[in-house]
């Protein structure tokens, strides 16, 4: 077992942060992400995902300004970019969740930074109700960069997905279809999964049947409620599942994970399911995050409800 994150760097020693929690995997710190992020050696993360406040005036508490104007935004945005960079190994994974208006900037400067762009990732957000003369906005982005060719890329299985109503199949795989079948030769079949990929074992569990086939970039499965009977916190809390995926396209057990903006630790939950070692910081209420790792060590599970029924 590699060491762990709090022993590889010396960074409980600061006023701008402090350590809060730790499990066999990783450390939990309070404070700024930016102090934090300097602490850190240079190639030293196999990999960041990063889900910073999105600049909608979102009351975050006591510090944190939501609404500043798109330049101030974008230069706070970039101060935090520019550690991401520099801490992440070769070939390590750097995501970023945000709206398509800030990710456009986000890529432009990972573009001029070197980085290698790999896939804008669609996630389907709840409707939402057009402002203006604007379209309805139906997704966030995922931007996924590289540092180099990626020394790491995972096999990712989706369930197909069906109507919840009437079971029948969504898509349309024109010619394709009959490679998707059990019966057939292909690779993209379950049954010929090798042992490692990932798949999302709370409906695999559910449904022996299943049928799968590789992610793609287009992710409208994830869920953005929590189950009734699991609601802790409000707002900001990604589905579990949508970090489970990530990490397991873009690391291997014990890598080294790091998340700036913790929030409830949707991604250390995440680390911790699937064997990672990780690092993160929240600059305000730390609890939730606490409480949820503490209640994945006792076996507390949340479920969530998503297009596909309760995963
Ligand atoms: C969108 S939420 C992240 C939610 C998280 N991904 C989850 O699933 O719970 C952004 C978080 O970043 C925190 N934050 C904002 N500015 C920060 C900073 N400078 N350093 C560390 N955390 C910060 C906010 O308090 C908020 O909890």
Redesign the pocket.
């Known amino acids: 077992m590699p060491d762990h994150p709090s022993k590889l760097f010396d960074i409980q020693q600061s006023l701008e942060y402090h350590h809060r929690y730790s499990t066999d995997l990783g450390s939990l710190y309070q404070?700024?992400?930016?102090n934090?992020l300097q602490a850190i050696p240079s190639e030293s993360i196999d990999m960041v995902?990063a889900?910073?406040?999105?600049n909608l005036g979102k009351n975050?508490?006591k510090g944190?300004n939501?609404q500043l104007l798109d330049a101030e935004y974008l230069e706070w945005s970039y101060s935090?970019i520019s550690e991401l960079i520099r801490i992440i190994k070769p070939g390590g994974a750097i995501l970023l969740?945000n709206l398509p208006k800030w990710l456009i900037s986000y890529g432009s400067y990972l573009n001029q930074a070197g980085m290698m762009f790999r896939h804008w990732i669609a996630c389907r957000m709840p409707k939402a109700f057009p402002r203006g003369k604007k379209l309805s906005p139906a997704h966030y982005g995922l931007l996924y960069y590289t540092k180099g060719e990626p020394s790491t890329f995972n096999k990712v299985y989706i369930p197909i997905p069906v109507c919840r109503h009437c079971g029948k199949e969504i898509r349309d795989y024109g010619g394709h279809r009959k490679k998707l079948n059990p019966q057939g030769l292909n690779l993209m079949d379950i049954f010929d999964m090798p042992e490692e990929v990932w798949c999302d074992e709370s409906l695999e569990a559910h449904s022996t049947n299943q049928l799968w086939t590789p992610a793609e970039d287009l992710w409208d499965d994830i869920p953005t409620v929590r189950h009734s009977k699991h609601k802790t916190?409000g707002?900001?809390?990604?589905a579990p599942i949508m970090?489970e995926r990530l990490i397991a396209l873009t690391t291997n057990p014990h890598d080294l994970i790091l998340?700036?903006?913790?929030?409830?630790?949707?991604?250390y939950y995440a680390a911790e399911k699937l064997q990672r070692r990780w690092l993160g910081?929240?600059?305000?209420?730390i609890d939730?995050?606490i409480h949820r790792l503490q209640n994945l060590h006792q076996g507390q599970v949340a479920l969530w409800e998503s297009a596909r029924g309760i995963v």
């Open positions: 404070g700024d992400c930016l934090f995902f889900d910073p406040p999105f975050y508490g944190i939501d935090w969740f916190r707002a900001n809390e990604l970090l998340d700036p903006f913790g929030g409830s630790g949707t991604t910081i929240e600059i305000g209420e939730p995050a």
